[in-house]
């Protein structure tokens, strides 16, 4: 017997819900790429993006998913046989960091525990020792979705000028963009990157990267650029430059509602939902927690994201109750990725969710732990309502 019917919950942490009215906003014809309607809403997202980034710097627009904004950041600001410092904390940096390999840079990496966000001392000490300043940039992601860890970037730039070093400081905010603060000007971030598809609810398939003065005059003497990504190329005068070619307008279309939306919300309050969100869920799985069978991954509850729960099952294949939790509840939760792969899953809460989404899903997973008689602690989802309801007030 399932109880599946109905409307499926995705809780994976990439595609995640896409709000009905951005859906809206994309079934329409396409309209003149030369004129009119289109040069209005290119002009309207150059200007609303960098709201969103937290910078009065540029902002550029990609037909591409988070892997081309890596390599559009890259290839703007580096040159063959630069080095790189990747600061590991799960992942994904280390993914920026071999793709920068793989176009012609050096990589070093500052290794960490996957359950730990990067140790801003140990950053400002490799930077110390680089007397000659060999590291040209350094690399991090503010949330690792495989690991659920945030990163501390106000204490890694801190770090960065304790050491006195001149290297770019560059931030995948893929997962963090529209779901938490983020300051790049005030924290003083060179080159940041997003994509379409988490907190800034619109389907897969753009890109977005932001840069400063620092990162433009390192630009000018970049030998990695290509005119697909190249800012300078996108800076002229034709309007297909803005895209390198024929605008994604369905995608830009459902973008600008999505950055209404956000910005009707206000970046603070929608900082402020995700808080709510992720906290409900790490008081239900620190409940369940209570029998030793799972645990949240991020060790240290400073450092645990507001938009994606890893949750550890070390001991037993989470597989069973991902699949009790999509064939019987209906509801989809994202799997272990990386060095986590076949020991723990994922729930995510960011972009267009709300409190019912959340524990709906939360009520899948203790319906799955019973049903599957894995140990755990009962009242999970009680505990989760019981929180949201002393900080919701009425």
Known sequence: ??????????????????????????????????????LGLTHSLHEDLPKIFGTTGRAYIYAANGHGGWEAALSNVLSRGDTVLVLESGLFAAGWGEMAQMMGVKVESLKGDPRRAVNPDAVRQRLEAD??????????????????????????????????????????????????????????????????????????????????????????????RTRYW????????????????????????????????????????????????????REAVGRWGERGVLAINAAQPA???????CVLMPDRDPQPLLDYCRNKCGVVLGVGIGPFAGKAFRIAHMGHTNAPMVIGALGAIEMGLAALRIPHGAGGVQQAVEYLGREVSA
């Open 1 to 38: 017997m399932s109880v599946a019917n109905g409307r499926e919950f995705l809780n994976i942490p990439g595609p995640t819900n896409v709000p009905d009215a951005v859906l809206a906003a994309m079934q329409r014809p396409a309209i003149d790429i030369y004129s009119g309607d289109m």
């Open 131 to 224: 007397k000659s300043h060999e590291i040209k940039a350094i690399l991090v992601v503010q949330i690792d979705t495989a690991s659920g860890v945030v990163n501390d970037l106000p204490a890694i730039r801190a770090a960065i000028d304790a050491a006195r070093h001149p290297a770019l400081f560059m931030v995948d905010a893929v997962a963090s963009l529209g779901c938490m603060p983020f300051e790049m000007d005030a924290w003083r971030i060179d080159v940041a990157m997003a994509g379409s598809q988490k907190g800034l609810m619109t389907p897969p398939g753009l890109a977005f990267v932001a840069g400063n003065e620092r990162a433009h005059a390192a630009h000018q003497k970049a030998d990695l």
């Open 230 to 281: 190249d800012w300078t190329f996108r800076q002229g005068q034709a309007h297909y430059q803005r895209y390198g070619g024929t605008p994604p307008q369905h995608l830009l279309f459902g973008l600008r509602k999505a950055l209404d939306l956000l910005l009707a919300e206000g970046l603070e309050h929608a900082a402020r939902r995700h808080a709510l969100l992720a906290e409900a869920t």
């Open 303 to 309: 450092e645990r994201a507001n938009s994606i729960t």
